[in-house]
């Protein structure tokens, strides 16, 4: 139950900021991909409209993650020609903000605000890129994209499934994960 107010707040969040809206017809797949950059850790997407959250290292100098905010989060605005926003109060403190914590070797634990059931792995690898791991069907993997499939809206919007997207680990393969927040 629990969950379920945590990620009815995420959408409350939404609508209050003007981003919730009737759902596109068009399926996921059909949703633009934030641009792949050396700092892409991973993005979220809803059932609700394209905008998509975007979660991207914050480098220090020394190319390392920084430790006092490891990770900037912002809005891709694709409704509105792909325009960068960042989160306001409500979406930045109840819905998509993270908290986190030092994993040691210069790697970061995080959690997500609206759903703190998975913990994702954050670091910058020996080529320099950003990335994020967590488990996805038991395995550890490369987490790419969250999909969150929503039903109603305002008050009314009930989560109907989270979808995780990675790459696994082990085969390299792509696997996809979908999941009810309140069973987990």
Request: no cysteine; proline share 4%; aromatic share 12%.
């Amino acid at each position: 139950m629990t969950k379920r107010i945590l990620i009815t707040g995420m959408l409350v969040s939404l609508m209050l900021s003007g981003f919730l809206g009737y759902a596109e017809a068009a399926p996921p797949a059909s949703y633009p991909a934030p641009p792949q950059t050396k700092k892409l850790l991973f993005y979220l997407q809803r059932s609700s409209n394209s905008n998509t959250i975007v979660y991207e290292a914050n480098l220090a100098a020394n190319g390392q993650l920084n430790s006092k905010q490891p990770v900037n989060v912002y809005w891709l605005r694709y409704n509105t020609n792909g325009e960068r926003r960042g989160l306001n109060f409500a979406e930045r403190n109840f819905a998509y903000g993270l908290n986190f914590e030092p994993a040691g070797n210069g790697a970061y634990l995080i959690t997500l605000m609206a759903y703190s059931g998975r913990d994702i792995k954050i670091y910058v690898n020996s080529a320099g890129n950003a990335e994020a791991e967590t488990l996805i069907n038991n395995k550890v993997a490369r987490l790419k994209r969250i999909y969150i499939d929503v039903s109603g809206s305002g008050f009314f919007s009930t989560v109907n499934y989270i979808e995780l997207t990675g790459i696994d680990l082990l085969t390299n393969k792509e696997m996809t994960e979908h999941f009810d927040p309140d069973d987990e």
